[in-house]
C-alpha cells in the first residue's frame, strides 16, 4: 500500500467525476443505436487518433510493457517495435477504405455487420460467427483491465484484490453503459493525453534521480550487460527465431482488433485520415518508448533500493510514481493508469455489447426491434459482459500481459487477414470470409493449448498464415462473388 495517499484518493475521485461528467454529456447526445456504437461517424482526427491509441494500449501499456522491460531488458524492443509499425501499417493500409468501404456496405455499424454486408450473407452466418468471436476474445482482453485495475487500487488503496477489481469495473460501467462511442472517445481523448503525459515524465525524473541516461545504461551494463543487447534474454541465451518473430508478431494484431477498427469506421471522412495517422503514430511512439525506459530505470532503482527484489515487475510504474513525486502529483500520474485500464475496458464492452445487440438481438431475436430497443439491449449487455469479465478477472495470480496476448492473437488472426483482403480483393466471396475467421479463430484456441518446439510461436502467426490461406483457397475453389458485390466493390474502390 502506498503511503499517505489521502492527496492520491482525492486525485482519484475527482478524476472519476470527470469522467462520468463526459459521459451524461455524450447521454444526452445518444438518440439512437448509430449514435450509441459509432458516434454517428462524427470524430476529427484527434479523438480518433487518440482513442484509438488509449483503446489499445490500456493497462498493459503501464503495467504489462514497463513489466517485460524490467524483466527482460532490451528485449522488449521486438514488442514495442512491432507494435509501432502495426499501428502505422494500421492506420495506412485500412482506415480510409474502412471508414468509406463501413458506410457502402449499407452504413454497418459493427464489424460483424460490415462483413455480413460486404459479401451479401442473406444467412447471416458471418455475422453471427464473428459476434461469437468477439464476445469470447473480449472476455479475456477485458478482464486483463480489470486485474490491471485490481493491482492498481491494491497497490495504491491497500484494498483487498477481490474489492479492487470490484471497484474499478463499476466506474468503467458507469459511464460506458451513459454514454456509449461519444463518452468512450471523448474520455479516451483524454486520457490518452494523461497517459502520454505519464509516461514522458516519469522515465524522465527517474533518469535524473540516477544522473541522467548515460548513467542509467552504465549502471544496466555494470548489473547485467545482457540487459542492453536485442538478441539475448537477460540470462545471456540467444533468443531463437521463435522468439524474435513472436514479439514482432503483436503488431500483426492490429488489423483484427474490433475496438480499434471501429475508431476508423467512425471518423467524420477521410479527409482527417492523414491527420489522425500521424497523431496516433507519434502518441504511440512516445508512450511505448515511455513505457520501455521506466521498466530499464525501474532495474536500476529496485537494484539500488530493494536489493533488487520486486514482488511483481507489472508494479514497477507505480513504485517509481510513489518513490519519486509528491502525493498530489503522484495521484496524477497513477490517474494515468486507471485512464488507460477506462480507456480500453470501456470500448470492448461497448463492442461486446454492439455484437450482442446489433448481431445476436437484432439480427436472430427481433429484426423489427426499436432503436430505443437495441439502445437498451447494449446497455444491458455492458452490465452481463462486465460481470462476466469481472469473475474472470477475480485470479490474483493473473498477468495483464498475459491476458492481452491471448485475445490480442485472437482478433488478429480471426479478423485481420479477413478484414485486409475483404478491403483490397475482388474475388473474395462469402465462403473466404467464413472460411478465414473460422480458422484464424479456432487456430488460436486450439494453437495456445499446445507447447514445445514449433508451438512456442506466438498463437498469432499460425493463426494469420493459416486463415489467409483458408481465405484464398475457399474463395477460389467456390464461385466468384455475385456480380452485385463485385460493383459494389468497385463502387467503394472509386470513392477512396
Known sequence: MIENNAAIIGTFIVYLI????????AYKRTSNSADYFLGGRSLGPWPAALSAGASDM????????PGYAFASGMEAVWLGGGLLLGTYLNWLLVAKRLRTYSFEADD??????????????????????????????????????????????????????????????????????FGGYLAVCWTDLVQGLLMAAALVIVPVVAMQSEGG???LFSALEAKNPELLTIWNDASGTPLTWIAIVSLAAWGLGYFGQPHILARFAGIRDNEAVPAARRIAVIWSGLAMAGAFLVGLTGIVYVDSNLGGNLGDGETIFMLLVNAMFNPIVA??????????IMSTADSQLLVSSSALAEDFYRNLLRKNASQQEIVMVGRVAVIGLSIVALILAMNPDSTVLGLVSYAWAGFG?????TLILALYWKRMNRAGALAGILVGGITVVVWKQLSGG???????????????????????????????????????????
Open 18 to 25: 470527470m469522467m462520468l461528467g463526459i459521459g451524461l454529456y
Open 108 to 177: 454497418a455499424l459493427t464489424l460483424p455487420e460490415f462483413f455480413s454486408n460486404r459479401f451479401e450473407d442473406g444467412s447471416k452466418m458471418i455475422q453471427v460467427i464473428s459476434a461469437f468471436f468477439i464476445l469470447l476474445f473480449f472476455l479475456f482482453y477485458t478482464s486483463s483491465g480489470l486485474v490491471a485495475g485490481g493491482k492498481l487500487f491494491e497497490t495504491v488503496f491497500g484494498l483487498d484484490y477481490s474489492i479492487a477489481v470490484i471497484v474499478g469495473t463499476v466506474a468503467v460501467v458507469s459511464y460506458t453503459l
Open 454 to 496: 514449433i508451438y512456442e510461436l506466438y498463437e498469432i502467426v499460425p493463426g494469420i498464415l493459416f486463415a489467409t490461406l483458408a481465405i484464398i483457397i475457399a474463395s477460389l475453389v467456390t464461385s466468384a462473388p455475385p456480380a452485385s458485390v463485385q460493383t459494389r466493390f468497385e463502387v467503394y474502390s472509386s470513392k477512396l
Open 331 to 340: 495521484g496524477i500520474l497513477l490517474a494515468a493508469i486507471l485512464a488507460a
Open 58 to 65: 490500456s493497462g498493459w501499456l503501464l503495467l504489462g510493457l
Open 413 to 417: 488472426a480471426a479478423f485481420g487477414p
Open 213 to 215: 541516461i548515460t548513467e
